[in-house]
């Protein structure tokens, strides 16, 4: 069984800066994609950012220059680095993975619990 657990999420002040946590635990054998992905209270869940295990990384464009993602591939971990935020960052942050479990097992996508994040003065 594969686990994700976030952490990091919090209440900042706007302009302020977070760092989120995301550990990969269980059966895993490989861990092709990692990212975050957010959901604000009546709104769509979106694209934050992903990171592939080679280092290559995609970001939405409302965090384009303001946020960070890196990965440990030895910690199975990844992390988001979010600077100059503003009170619209304010959502559920989800980390998510794409992952064989097996050598014969196909990717599969798994979500974390989510961790909030409040923006606000």
């Known amino acids: 069984q594969v686990q994700l657990v976030e952490s990091g999420g919090g209440l900042v002040q706007p302009g302020g800066s977070l760092r989120l946590s995301c550990a990969a635990s269980?059966?895993?054998?490989?861990?092709?994609?990692m990212g975050w992905y957010r959901q604000a209270p009546g709104k769509e869940r979106e694209l934050v950012a992903t990171?592939?295990?080679?280092?290559?990384?995609t970001y939405g464009n409302s965090v384009k220059g303001r946020f960070t993602i890196s990965r440990d591939n030895a910690k199975n971990t990844v992390y988001l680095q979010m600077n100059s935020l503003k009170p619209e960052d304010t959502a559920v942050y989800f980390c998510?993975?794409?992952?064989?479990?097996?050598?014969?097992?196909?990717?599969?996508?798994?979500w974390g619990q989510g961790t909030q994040v409040t923006v606000s003065s």
């Open positions: 990171v592939t295990r080679g280092d290559s990384t």
């Open positions: 269980g059966s895993i054998f490989r861990i092709n994609v």
């Open positions: 998510n993975a794409l992952m064989r479990v097996s050598f014969i097992s196909s990717p599969n996508d798994y």
